[in-house]
């Protein structure tokens, strides 16, 4: 049974920046896309960037395009999302998740494994 476990969240001013850390347990998930998710106060769960098994193909939200750069280390089992030139809006609860295929996009259903969120608050 696959576990994952986000951390690096915060409260961190407007234009700053946080890099949110994924550690995975339990299995590997070298042969598995990753991504991020965020839920926002009162809307729904929403993608935020993809990266493949080899971290040669990437995906991004067009909200975040040009700020955000995700990637990972299959050697230890780590996903990671550099979060620059924050806004208030990226304000949310920011999740990791496995995608049962080796690449990843902004279909949820995909997604097999979640962790339980970490907190980013971005004040303005």
């Known amino acids: 049974q696959g576990q994952l476990v986000e951390s690096g969240g915060g409260l961190v001013q407007a234009g700053g920046s946080l890099r949110l850390s994924c550690a995975a347990s339990g299995r590997r998930f070298s042969n598995n896309g990753m991504g991020w998710f965020r839920r926002a106060p009162g809307k729904e769960r929403d993608f935020v960037a993809g990266i493949s098994w080899n971290g040669g193909s990437l995906i991004y939200a067009d909200s975040v395009k040009g700020r955000f750069t995700i990637s990972r280390d299959n050697a230890k089992n780590m996903v990671y999302l550099q979060m620059n030139s924050l806004k208030p809006e990226d304000t949310a609860v920011y999740y990791c998740?496995?995608?049962?295929?080796?690449?990843?996009?902004?279909?949820?259903?995909?997604?097999?494994?979640w962790g339980q969120g970490t907190q980013v608050t971005v004040s303005s």
């Open positions: 998740a496995s995608n049962r295929r080796a690449v990843s996009g902004p279909d949820r259903s995909e997604y097999v494994y």
